[in-house]
């Protein structure tokens, strides 16, 4: 099993609509979890991460965190087609270790 | 904001040949950086861990022998592909962690690898 899950997707959905991005983890010992864009042939860039449990929220974008499920979610509101990427969620230990990342969701917005 | 620049952006090369990858910080110090391989539709692997001023660190399963890390100074890390196969082909990306939780991770723009 791997450490974090992602279903690769593709998500479509139309301008405007409500997007929902989830992994799951195995790994108790995670305490960070990030959430990173990633355009086709271009590096990951970080949206957002949080700390333990609990929501964040920057403009559009929102983060969850549920360690109790070992759930992570990403919301986008009135998504744009803009947004059409990969999304990557990662997670991190905590101190000085490595990031383990989901497999990445293609998100495809329509105009 | 603190960035990362990676170069080249994109290389084809002959099978047997060698290919360098350089990843500079450039606004701010980095003594890691990480080194990731991604092939199509999968996630990021880390290959290794550069540590400025000592030896990589690789992860389970990379030659270090084949994939040589430099980490001469604070500011540039290099990987270089020795004895290069179509196997080999992939997307190298670096990135380097601005503080030690590396909670803020700045990644480069990746190297497109291509070896015919």
């Known amino acids: 099993q791997k450490e974090v899950e992602q279903d690769p997707g593709p998500l479509s959905v139309p301008e405007g609509a409500i997007v929902s991005l989830n992994c799951t983890y195995s790994?108790?010992?995670?305490?960070?979890f990030m959430w990173y864009r990633q355009y086709s042939r271009k590096g990951p860039e970080l949206l957002m991460y949080t700390y333990s449990s609990g929501n964040k929220e920057d403009g559009r974008f929102t983060a969850q965190v549920d360690k109790s499920s070992k759930y992570i979610s990403l919301f986008i509101r009135d998504s744009q087609p803009s947004d059409s990427a990969t999304y990557l969620c990662?997670?991190?230990?905590?101190?000085?270790?490595?990031?383990?990342f989901g497999k990445g969701t293609m998100l495809l917005v329509s105009p | 904001g603190a960035v990362v620049s990676q170069h080249p952006s994109w290389v084809i090369c002959k099978s047997g040949t060698s290919v360098k990858i350089e990843c500079r910080s450039l606004d701010f110090q980095a003594t890691t950086m990480f080194w990731y391989r991604q092939f199509p539709k999968q996630s990021l692997m880390l290959m290794a861990t550069s540590n400025e001023g000592s030896k990589a660190t690789y992860e389970q399963g990379v030659e270090k022998d084949k994939f040589l890390i430099n980490h001469a100074s604070l500011t540039l890390s290099t990987l270089t592909v020795t004895s290069a196969h179509p196997e080999d082909s992939s997307f190298y990306i670096c990135?380097?962690?601005?503080?030690?939780?590396?909670?803020?991770?700045?990644f480069g723009q990746g190297t497109r690898l291509t070896v015919v």
């Open positions: 790994n108790s010992a995670f305490q960070y």
């Open positions: 990135s380097a962690p601005l503080d030690r939780g590396n909670t803020e991770a700045f």
């Open positions: 990662a997670a991190l230990r905590g101190g000085y270790s490595t990031l383990t």
